[in-house]
């Protein structure tokens, strides 16, 4: 018997599952299906977790909460989303500083200019090649 690989979904997509199931779109079953999840009970857990119940992973009942789960879902799924984005956002912040140190020391060693500076023209060997 072979062991499944562990997935790990966004915050925005499990938001987005519990949105469908709750909105009546997908069953708990069909969502499971529809989107591949492997797990028989991750979706439950989402609900769970986004009713707002501090104590999600014991099993209860689910049904009491739906109606404040749905009035909740936008917010903080769009709350989420943000926080998604913003440590995306710092990524690729790291990355271009990281960038910009790679071609400041190469500048420096090389003693070649790799930034295109404004305005610059296509330099006369650059052109022979093209042609």
Known sequence: ?????????????????????????????????????????????????YSGDTNYRQPGKIDEDIPSMRKKLPGQMQQSRIKELEEALEREKQRADLWQTIVEIAEEELGIDIKKKYGARQSIEAKKKED
């Open 1 to 49: 018997m072979s062991k499944r690989k562990q997935q790990n979904y966004s915050e925005a997509f499990k938001w987005k599952v519990v949105h469908e199931v709750l909105a009546g779109k997908f069953s708990k079953e069909e969502a499971k299906r529809f989107y591949g999840i492997g797990s028989n009970c991750a979706i439950l857990y989402w609900m769970r977790k």
